[in-house]
Nanobody, 114 residues
Framework: QVQLVESGGGLVQPGGSLRLSCAAS????????LGWYRQAPGKQRELAAR???????DYADSVKGRFTISRDNAKNTVYLQMNSLKPEDTAVYYC????????WGQGTQVTVSS
């Protein structure tokens, strides 16, 4: 069983930065594929970024060049560094881990507004 807890969301002005963290408990973290998804009001949940167990990364076109996903297996934590934030990045951000099955965190709100 894997439990995920996100943190780091909040209110930021356009052009600002935030770093999201997702701490995992349970075994198998280093073997897991990890991802950050987001869901804006009235829209479907979508992938923002993901990272494989080997460190390979993939990003949605809308966040390429602005967001960076990374992982620290020693700390059982995955991060999402978000720079040059735009109002359209406003959403609830969810951490996801896949190891035989898919696990989700509870989400953290990111609001980009002046």
């Amino acid at each position: 069983q894997v439990q995920l807890v996100e943190s780091g969301g909040g209110l930021v002005q356009p052009g600002g930065s935030l770093r999201l963290s997702c701490a995992a408990s349970g075994s198998g973290f280093s073997l897991s594929a990890l991802g950050w998804y987001r869901q804006a009001p009235g829209k479907q949940r979508e992938l923002a970024a993901r990272i494989t167990s080997g460190g390979g990364t993939d990003y949605a076109d809308s966040v390429k060049g602005r967001f960076t996903i990374s992982r620290d297996n020693a700390k059982n934590t995955v991060y999402l560094q978000m720079n040059s934030l735009k109002p359209e990045d406003t959403a609830v951000y969810y951490c996801n881990a896949v190891l035989l099955k898919s696990y989700w965190g509870q989400g953290t709100q990111v609001t980009v507004s002046s």
